[in-house]
């Protein structure tokens, strides 16, 4: 059983930043895929931004310029980096990995309140 946990979250003022970051229990190099989303009060979950084993990305067009995933210094992390934010940003984020074979794996998320 894979587990994913998330830190970084917190509250920050509108245009501000923060780094989140996904620790896996296993080397992110087994996975075909890992990512973001995020699910806002009322609203489905939607995605954030992919980072694929080849290292492509790809982002929701509302955080395109403004967030980049990233593979961690260590082996089993994926990072994001959120910059100037916006309170439409506010959200509990989550991270997930698929893996070739095709099981998906989520955290349990880290809460990210953007408000002044």
């Known amino acids: 059983q894979v587990q994913l946990v998330e830190s970084g979250g917190g509250l920050v003022q509108p245009g501000g930043s923060l780094r989140l970051s996904c620790a896996a229990s296993?080397?992110?190099?087994?996975?075909?895929?890992m990512g973001w989303y995020r699910q806002a009060p009322g609203k489905q979950r939607e995605l954030v931004a992919t980072?694929?084993?080849?290292?492509?990305?790809d982002y929701a067009d509302s955080v395109k310029g403004r967030f980049t995933i990233s593979r961690g210094n260590a082996k089993n992390t994926v990072d994001l980096q959120i910059n100037t934010l916006k309170p439409e940003d506010t959200a509990i984020y989550y991270c997930?990995?698929?893996?070739?074979?095709?099981?998906?794996?989520w955290g349990q998320g880290t809460q990210v309140t953007v408000s002044s």
């Open positions: 997930n990995a698929i893996e070739w074979s095709g099981p998906n794996y």
């Open positions: 980072i694929a084993l080849g290292g492509g990305t």
């Open positions: 296993r080397t992110i190099f087994s996975f075909r895929v």
